[in-house]
């Protein structure tokens, strides 16, 4: 049984930064894909960033570009997205999301919610003007 686990949302004034965290558990696959996606109340879920374990590539939506990172060091550790310079809209609920260890010949994953099999429960990232 895969769980996905986020954490470290919170509220922060424009400018500021978090980090959130997200901690997976019971995954079979040797390589995959993980992704933050966030939604907003009335709006249309967005992916934010993408990695791809077998490569270490990166992908991110042109919203966040240079100012989130998306990072996770080893199979034992932790998805991380750092989000610096937030804005207000910025605001939304955050997921993590992994997916079934699909083979992807360009040694990139990106940030399209079908492909996509596991979800956590979301965290909160309220930003502030």
């Known amino acids: 049984q895969v769980q996905l686990v986020e954490s470290g949302g919170g509220s922060v004034q424009a400018g500021g930064s978090l980090r959130l965290s997200c901690a997976a558990s019971g995954y079979p696959y040797s390589w995959y894909c993980m992704a933050w996606f966030r939604q907003a109340p009335g709006k249309e879920r967005e992916g934010v960033a993408a990695?791809?374990?077998?490569?270490?590539?990166?992908y991110y939506a042109d919203s966040v570009k240079g100012r989130f990172t998306i990072s996770k060091d080893n199979a034992n550790n932790p998805l991380y997205l750092e989000m610096n310079s937030l804005k207000p809209e910025d605001t939304a609920m955050y997921y993590c999301a992994a997916d079934a260890g699909l083979w992807r010949s360009d040694g990139y994953c990106y940030a399209l919610s079908r492909e996509f099999n596991w979800w956590g429960q979301g965290t909160q990232v309220t930003v502030s003007s």
């Open positions: 990695i791809y374990t077998r490569t270490g590539n990166t």
